[in-house]
């Protein structure tokens, strides 16, 4: 049995040891085959990849190609809004000025001299009728119609420096008169041929007539007839026809201005003059205010130092004022506490700062009242004009405007105080809190002399010194 066993596991070992060489063949093979196959997928990977990438950059160009051609258009989208912008602003541009111009043409006809009608008139009718027929042909109308305005210029300068020509006017009875005219603006002056037939030409004609109507002179014409014949002559004008001698009428003085405020008025004046007065007599105040010099202050506080009071006191009487009696106190209570230096230098600072502040209030209610004073004397006028308009009615619009000019002269004269009366006040509150300054410096420099004694002593001091009521120039103020 033991041979028999031995040769079935020889021979099953050797067919094993055959199994499994086949079995490292076979995978051999299929590992060199795999690296065939990965070659191969490798070699036609790095070809697929070669083909991507140049796809890709087609479809990159192809986009930005794309890109290009979009931001081309809108550009040009753009660039045809502004150019339809651009020729809707010059077609309304164009039809406002021809519009101007027609209008200025039929208007011009209306704005000459009714004298010069007959010359310039017959001129700018014929251009007129030559710019109508231009039709559609707005290129030709335009120019038709600038040359109107090239016309009407000269026609200016010859008119602002004086101008004569032969015409006719209309004298009494509607008779005819031929002659010659002297025309400077508005001003027409005419004689006749043989000087008989004087006057002044009229600005206004009646509808469809050329000629203008005369204001007959019956004597005192020989001027006129020498400024018509020679170009020169003193002649009576109004340029404004009229209405300079109207202004000239109305213009009211500053004592019309001041009955014309009435009782309200009287009370506004009386306020800015008493306010005046009293600026015045504070600037003078202030300004005089005696402040104790700082080098004598500084020789009195040396003598306290040095404890010679009595030359101090006799020192201090030299100053004059609150400012000398502040001084004064400060040299009585310099060598007690410091607590009693203190109330008794601003006892003396509360009597300097009422003095120097003293009416300026005034100044401010007289700043604040004049404004209200003037709306109530306002208020007062254009009750009293619409009192008159219900009794005589409101046709008449020159009297309403003349009854609210008058109720408006208290507003202006409010005004008119208020304003310097404010400026002079604030200007009055800054002098006096400088010159308190100044007197709030003294009372600091008697309060620190204490302290300079204090270390002369050489020792602690022993006065009692609460922190509330230590001077400062903040607690002063």
Do not use: C
Not at 126 to 135: I, Y
Not at 147 to 161: E, I, K, N, P, W
Not at 434 to 452: C, D, P, R, W
Request: hydrophobic content about 45%; cysteine-free; overall charge negative.
């Amino acid at each position: 049995m033991k041979p028999i066993l031995f040769f079935i596991i020889l021979i099953g070992s050797i067919l094993a040891e055959t199994a499994q060489e086949k079995a490292v063949q076979d995978l051999r093979l299929a590992q060199q085959k795999l690296r065939s196959l990965q070659l191969e997928i490798t070699d036609e990977a790095g070809d697929l990849i070669k083909k991507v990438e140049t796809i890709d950059d087609k479809v990159l160009n192809q986009n930005k190609t794309l890109s290009d051609l979009l931001k081309a258009e809108e550009n040009v989208a753009g660039e045809q809004r502004q150019l339809k912008n651009e020729l809707a602003r010059r077609k309304g541009e164009f039809e406002y000025t021809l519009s101007s111009l027609r209008s200025f043409g039929s208007g011009m006809k209306d704005r000459i001299h009714p004298a010069e009608k007959q010359d310039f008139g017959d001129k700018l009718k014929k251009r007129l009728e030559l710019a109508n027929t231009a039709g559609d042909n707005l290129v030709a109308e335009i120019e038709r119609r600038l040359f109107l305005l090239h016309l009407s210029a000269d026609r200016l300068q010859a008119v602002s420096g004086g101008q004569r020509f032969d015409g006719s006017a209309i004298t009494e009875g509607n008779v005819i008169e031929e002659g010659k005219f002297a025309i400077a603006g508005p001003l027409g002056y005419f004689a006749s041929n043989d000087n008989e037939v004087l006057g002044f030409t009229s600005i206004t004609t009646a509808e469809g007539v050329d000629y203008p109507n005369l204001a007959l002179l019956k004597e005192g014409g020989e001027s006129i007839s020498e400024l018509v014949n020679s170009g020169s002559s003193s002649v009576p004008v109004d340029a404004s026809m009229g209405k300079a001698i109207q202004v000239a009428r109305v213009k009211k003085s500053f004592s019309d201005y001041v009955q014309g405020g009435g009782v309200v008025g009287y009370g506004i004046l009386a306020l800015g003059l008493l306010a005046i007065l009293i600026a015045i007599w504070k600037v003078i105040e202030i300004s005089r205010f005696p402040i104790p010099n700082r080098t004598k202050l500084n020789y009195i506080l040396d003598d306290l130092l040095s404890g010679d009071s009595e030359n101090a006191h006799s020192k201090a009487q030299e100053f004059q004022g609150l400012g000398g009696k502040m001084v004064a106190a400060g040299v009585t209570y310099f060598y007690d506490k410091r607590r009693i230096l203190e109330d008794a230098l601003l006892e003396k600072l509360g009597m300097i700062q009422p003095r120097l502040e003293r009416y300026l209030p005034f100044l401010a209610l007289v700043a604040a009242a004049a404004p209200m004073m003037g709306l109530l004397g306002t208020v007062l006028g254009i009750m009293k004009t619409f009192a008159m308009m219900s009794i005589g009615g409101s046709g008449d619009s020159k009297s309403f405007s003349a009854g609210i000019s008058e109720a408006l002269i208290t507003t202006a004269m409010g005004l008119i105080v208020a304003i310097p009366v404010i400026i002079i006040h604030g200007m009055l509150k800054s002098l006096a809190k400088s010159k308190f300054g100044q007197a709030e410096g003294v009372a600091l420099s008697m309060l620190n002399g204490t302290t300079e004694l204090e270390d002369a002593a050489g020792k602690k001091p022993s006065r009692e010194e609460p922190e509330d009521l230590d001077l400062d120039e903040a607690e002063l103020i």
